[in-house]
């Protein structure tokens, strides 16, 4: 943990109000998609401890998403604070949503964010900022005015900072500047947390590891939904996006391909998930002679009874922050092959001891792992009860423990400095 002189405030965190002895806590994001950063926030919304927080969650523009899908996941006890709370701020980021913003748009977007959009919500986060005595900026959208307004600030960064930034000069000294303004900075696991301290040195004032949560009798339950299978044999899957600029599916499609062709499996390959590399990925499943055997099965609200049907789970990114997939899919018992890409995978499978890592981009190396997993029946059995080991260490008591000592720090420092 990384130390350093603080900020001025403009208030000491003593100002804002407490519910009883509980601490308020407010969780930003920018608006709801179809990511893992989203799935997680729920997480936590759903699993923090009500006895030591009392949560306010703020919105800065509600998204189609966020009316369909996850206001209905946000637990009831949560309060929702929507930013750009009127229609006129929200002219363009509509637009945005459904795909009718033009390069011009972008541009005089990008003009009214700056002269109408910002203004007005940072008078809202001042607001909003008097009842809490935690800001947790969950994707560090609100970097511009982090250590503002009185209470502690912590920021949660979701990606790997060097897959991000290390051949970005430029954007690299941005943010560093900006970080340096959070109380703290959390990094979802020790490689992500090892590269900030490297790249950033000490102009952090604190780094913490903050992983991701998972509710896992929740999980359970919803992969006991009922779920028209998806194909007429066993399977195995895959969750995430179709964004071929992270997820390689490409690599997951060539390595499936050599299965075939060479043989000994009757399982097909499931495909959950969303995007614009879909017609892309389709094409290339006929290219490699697999269509039959390939099931798109589209983006999912509940993934979780698919993923229980299946022999195991893969994923094939080229980088990721702390993958929520892997973490569910421990949580049911199922058999991981992830590729060790920076960051999440290797910490997630404890360096190779509950699932099977594999070189990014390895197709080979994923074929020969796959055809191990499913041809060998102990190491399948193996591989489920350690995946059912490991998921208790992201499970609710540990998350929430960690989560209170992070939170603690950040008060600790913050009422000294105040």
Same mark, same amino acid.
């Given at each position: 943990m990384s130390t350093a002189a603080q900020l001025p405030r403009t208030a000491p965190v003593a100002s804002a109000p407490r519910d009883g002895d509980?601490?308020?806590? $407010?969780?930003?994001?920018?608006?709801?998609? @179809? /990511?893992?950063?989203?799935?997680?926030?729920?997480?936590?919304?759903?699993i923090f401890d009500r006895a030591r927080f009392v949560v306010t969650l703020s919105v800065m523009h509600p998204s189609p998403a966020f009316h369909n899908r996850f206001r209905a996941l946000i637990p009831n006890d949560v309060e929702i604070e929507i930013l750009a709370d009127k229609a006129w701020l929200n002219y363009f980021q509509s637009r945005r949503y459904v795909n009718r913003l033009s390069k011009l748009g972008r541009v005089a977007r990008d003009v009214f964010n700056t002269l109408a959009v910002r203004p007005y919500v940072k008078r809202r986060v001042a607001e909003l900022a008097r009842r809490h005595a935690l800001i947790v900026d969950y994707d560090m959208s609100l970097r511009r005015l982090a250590g503002?307004?009185?209470?502690?600030?912590?920021?949660?960064?979701?990606?790997?900072f060097d897959a991000r930034l290390a051949h970005r000069a430029r954007k690299k000294?941005? $943010?560093?500047?900006?970080?340096?303004?959070? @109380? /703290?900075?959390?990094?979802?696991?020790?490689?992500m947390a090892e590269e900030a301290r490297k790249m950033f040195g000490d102009a952090l004032k604190r780094l913490f590891v903050l992983p991701n949560a998972i509710d896992i009798d929740r999980i359970r339950d919803n992969a006991s939904a009922q779920e028209t299978p998806p194909c007429d044999a066993p399977y195995i899957v895959s969750v995430a996006r179709l964004d071929e600029i992270q997820k390689d599916h490409r690599t997951l499609l060539r390595a499936f391909a050599e299965l075939v062709r060479v043989g000994q499996i009757e399982e097909h390959l499931v495909i959950v998930g969303d995007g614009a590399f879909r017609g892309e990925l389709e094409a290339l499943a006929k290219e490699f002679g697999i269509a039959a055997r390939v099931h798109f099965a589209g983006y999912r609200n509940n993934?979780?009874?698919?993923?229980?049907?299946?022999?195991?789970?893969?994923?094939?990114?080229?980088?990721?922050?702390?993958?929520?997939?892997?973490?569910e899919a421990l949580a049911l018992g199922k058999p991981v092959i992830a590729s060790d890409c920076p960051t999440g995978p290797r910490e997630i499978l404890g360096d190779g001891r509950f699932g099977i890592l594999f070189d990014v981009g390895a197709?080979?190396?994923?074929a020969i792992a796959l055809r191990r997993v499913l041809t060998d029946e102990s190491l399948h059995k193996h591989m489920s009860a350690r995946a059912l080991e490991r998921a208790g260490e992201y499970g609710i008591a540990a998350s929430n423990e960690r989560f209170a000592?992070?939170?603690?720090?950040?008060?600790e420092a913050e009422a000294f400095a105040g």
């Amino acid at each position: 943990m990384s130390t350093a002189a603080q900020l001025p405030r403009t208030a000491p965190v003593a100002s804002a109000p407490r519910d009883g002895d509980r601490i308020p806590v $407010l969780f930003h994001i920018v608006d709801f998609g @179809d /990511g893992g950063i989203e799935s997680s926030l729920i997480q936590w919304l759903r699993i923090f401890d009500r006895a030591r927080f009392v949560v306010t969650l703020s919105v800065m523009h509600p998204s189609p998403a966020f009316h369909n899908r996850f206001r209905a996941l946000i637990p009831n006890d949560v309060e929702i604070e929507i930013l750009a709370d009127k229609a006129w701020l929200n002219y363009f980021q509509s637009r945005r949503y459904v795909n009718r913003l033009s390069k011009l748009g972008r541009v005089a977007r990008d003009v009214f964010n700056t002269l109408a959009v910002r203004p007005y919500v940072k008078r809202r986060v001042a607001e909003l900022a008097r009842r809490h005595a935690l800001i947790v900026d969950y994707d560090m959208s609100l970097r511009r005015l982090a250590g503002r307004f009185g209470p502690a600030w912590l920021g949660v960064n979701h990606f790997s900072f060097d897959a991000r930034l290390a051949h970005r000069a430029r954007k690299k000294r941005r $943010l560093t500047a900006q970080f340096a303004r959070y @109380d /703290g900075v959390a990094a979802l696991n020790e490689h992500m947390a090892e590269e900030a301290r490297k790249m950033f040195g000490d102009a952090l004032k604190r780094l913490f590891v903050l992983p991701n949560a998972i509710d896992i009798d929740r999980i359970r339950d919803n992969a006991s939904a009922q779920e028209t299978p998806p194909c007429d044999a066993p399977y195995i899957v895959s969750v995430a996006r179709l964004d071929e600029i992270q997820k390689d599916h490409r690599t997951l499609l060539r390595a499936f391909a050599e299965l075939v062709r060479v043989g000994q499996i009757e399982e097909h390959l499931v495909i959950v998930g969303d995007g614009a590399f879909r017609g892309e990925l389709e094409a290339l499943a006929k290219e490699f002679g697999i269509a039959a055997r390939v099931h798109f099965a589209g983006y999912r609200n509940n993934p979780h009874a698919l993923v229980a049907g299946a022999r195991l789970q893969v994923l094939s990114s080229r980088y990721e922050g702390m993958p929520m997939v892997l973490l569910e899919a421990l949580a049911l018992g199922k058999p991981v092959i992830a590729s060790d890409c920076p960051t999440g995978p290797r910490e997630i499978l404890g360096d190779g001891r509950f699932g099977i890592l594999f070189d990014v981009g390895a197709a080979d190396q994923l074929a020969i792992a796959l055809r191990r997993v499913l041809t060998d029946e102990s190491l399948h059995k193996h591989m489920s009860a350690r995946a059912l080991e490991r998921a208790g260490e992201y499970g609710i008591a540990a998350s929430n423990e960690r989560f209170a000592r992070c939170a603690a720090a950040l008060l600790e420092a913050e009422a000294f400095a105040g």
